[in-house]
């Protein structure tokens, strides 16, 4: 199956710094997924991005489908931005990376 | 944006039990999955469902486990006889559409505790 892997593993940001998370993945995909999980272990939608680029506020990703990687960039971070942050691509299931771990401190 | 429902939140069962976890999809959707993660690991498919039949499994969806669509808005899994090792988060996802890589919408979780 395909494999994915993200980094850094661990990111700690000052409040109001920005950051770049990246997402590898070892073979071409038709969806790719970044979420966020909250303190209260949820999976929140962040993107669905295949290929292209999208923003939503602070957040925005993009996907080099051809390169194989993602990233989620972050933009001026704020205390709720902590959690660990999931990749996942589809081969004929979501394979999900290990996460990075984010903490912004105040 | 529509949501997957999951009940119960939190169960906890003493090792041997059966348990089963219940999802609720979007209404339109076609495809099911469950997922799970233990506690500090990453999150593990464990079975898709297509069409009233698996489409897809891991190999942690032994014999242990069954899945099912007993009417046309829930979604079951059934654990027959637990093991400590089965304490961890199970996520249903349901994705719509006629493509099956399509965007999976996530269920907010069930938390199994094996005692």
């Known amino acids: 199956g395909i494999q994915v892997e993200q980094s850094p593993p661990d990111l700690i940001l000052q409040e109001g710094a920005n950051s770049t998370l990246r997402c590898n993945f070892s073979d071409s995909v038709n969806n790719l997924q970044w979420f966020h999980q909250n303190p209260w272990g949820q999976l929140i939608n962040l993107f669905y991005?295949?290929?292209g680029t999208k923003q939503n506020g602070r957040l925005s990703a993009t996907t080099v489908a051809t390169e194989r990687y993602s990233l989620l960039y972050i933009s001026s971070s704020q205390t709720t931005d902590s959690g660990v942050y999931f990749c996942a691509a589809y081969d004929y299931k979501l394979s999900f990376g290990a996460g990075t771990t984010v903490t912004v401190r105040a | 944006e529509p949501e997957v429902t999951q009940t119960p939140s939190h169960q906890v069962t003493q090792m041997g039990q059966e348990v089963i976890l219940r999802c609720v999809p979007i209404s339109n959707h076609l495809y099911f999955y469950w997922y799970r993660q233990i506690l500090g690991q990453k999150v593990e498919f464990l079975v898709s469902?297509?069409?009233?039949?698996?489409?897809?499994k891991s190999e942690i969806f032994d014999d242990q486990f069954s899945v099912e669509r007993p009417d046309g808005s829930n979604f079951t899994l059934k654990i027959r006889s637990t093991k400590l090792e089965d304490s961890a988060m199970y996520f249903c996802a349901s994705s719509g559409g006629s493509q099956r890589e399509g965007k999976q919408y996530f269920g907010p979780g069930t938390r199994l505790t094996v005692t």
């Open positions: 469902f297509y069409n009233n039949e698996i489409s897809e």
């Open positions: 991005i295949p290929s």
